[in-house]
């Protein structure tokens, strides 16, 4: 037997855009026996297992891009179906793949008040003796 070839990310030279029924999502925790939590580009936080070709052939790290395929039976959670490389998770958010349905407002931004103030009305003076 000799040594398995384990691939790194100068072989992988194509890109792999989503189909129908999947999602692209950041990772955000890896929570160790091959499960990941993504957080996806429909808003919804999944957890996910990283599929039996993938599990020793690609390493998954915290905010790395992936593809995801949530399961027909339980919408939360997801099989990892691949990683995107650096230049092609950059490729994807410049071109507005990544961007969060649900996305909240950044910490930058004037926060709006989520009630305005109701307008009072000037005083009305009754007429009284003179």
């Not at 189909?19 to 936080?45: F, M, P, Y």
């Amino acid at each position: 037997m000799g040594k398995r070839k384990v691939l790194n990310e100068a072989h992988l030279k194509e890109l792999v855009l989503p189909q129908a029924g999947e999602l692209l999502g950041r990772v955000i925790k890896i929570s160790g026996g091959n499960q990941v939590v993504v957080q996806c580009v429909d808003g919804v936080t999944r957890l996910c297992r990283i599929r039996g070709k993938m599990k020793r052939r690609m390493w998954i790290r915290e905010r790395d891009i992936v593809l995801v395929s949530p399961w027909d039976f339980d919408n939360r959670r997801a099989d990892i179906i691949w990683r995107y490389i650096k230049d092609h998770a950059d490729w994807l958010e410049n071109n507005g793949y990544m961007t969060m349905r649900s996305e909240a407002p950044k910490a930058d931004a004037p926060a709006q008040p989520a009630v305005q103030p109701a307008a009072v009305p000037p005083a009305v003076t009754q007429p009284g003796p003179q």
